[in-house]
């Protein structure tokens, strides 16, 4: 029972260190999000509102790609074996 109980606090736990590092990663993307939001403004006057966000919206869809292509690539890279040479 005890063991149970262990267990179950460390996945309690697990979860709240998660949901933090979620948290905190999507207040990241807020605040990039706003801040390219503005580079762009200053580039595009406010008339071309929707020249501006098409420019957005693709340029944040190259660099999620290019992300997530780099993250894929780095988990997928298999483990360094140790080689032996038998004489």
Do not use: C, H
Not at 31 to 60: C, H, R, S
């Amino acid at each position: 029972m005890k063991e149970r109980v262990i267990e179950v606090k460390s996945q309690v736990l697990t979860t709240i260190a998660t949901l933090m590092t979620t948290v905190f990663g999507l207040i990241a993307t807020l605040a990039w999000n706003e801040a390219i939001k503005a580079m762009i403004l200053q580039f595009f006057p406010k008339g071309n509102d929707v020249t501006g966000m098409l420019i957005y919206t693709i340029l944040i869809t190259i660099i999620a790609v290019i992300a997530t292509i780099t993250i894929g690539r780095a988990i997928t890279k298999p483990a360094v074996q140790e080689v032996r040479i038998v004489e």
